[in-house]
């Protein structure tokens, strides 16, 4: 009977070492499922509310990098007609828009539902450049045109 207890002791802890290493396992996975975001990740302004008037342009956004450095801006694609449409730099040559990752996907068949993304820029040499994302209202409140502004300023290496 001791050795029973000593048998089933010695599975239950055998078990939990395994579920443990599955589950450090798992969270290895979830961390590393997809392209590592920027450091610095900054949000666009959130939709209006149903019915609000959105102002025609938010204020302007300034970012400090250097070269060889990323950024991220996270928006929202929702399943209504506001957007935000992503904004490229004014002078490619200082900054370049890369990748957009997907933060989180709109389940499969859930109405209502929307994904969240980063979209990436890097500096590429010293100098200054604007990005402008322009948001554009449908029917969900009242009609806009807005505007967000990054002003990026990219300083060289030291």
Excluded at 75 to 82: A, I, K, L, N
Excluded at 89 to 118: C, F, M, W, Y
Aim: include cysteine.
């Amino acid at each position: 009977m001791r050795l029973v207890r000593r048998r089933t002791a010695l599975w239950i802890a055998v078990g939990a070492l395994v579920l443990a290493g599955a589950g450090v396992g798992t969270a290895a996975l979830l961390r590393h499922s997809g392209p590592a975001l920027p450091a610095t990740v900054l949000d666009v302004p959130a939709f209006p509310s149903p019915g609000a008037t959105a102002p025609s342009a938010f204020p302007a956004v300034e970012v400090a990098l250097r070269p060889g450095q990323s950024f991220g801006i996270r928006y929202t694609v929702p399943d209504y007609p506001e957007q935000w449409s992503i904004g490229t730099a004014e002078d490619a040559a200082v900054l370049e828009r890369g990748k957009s990752i997907t933060v989180q996907q709109s389940p499969k068949g859930n109405v209502g539902g929307s994904s969240s993304h980063v979209q990436v820029y890097r500096a590429l040499r010293p100098g200054t450049t604007r990005i402008v994302w322009t948001l554009a209202c449908g029917s969900q409140v009242s009609p806009c045109h807005s505007t967000e502004t990054y002003d990026v300023t990219v300083s060289a290496g030291s």
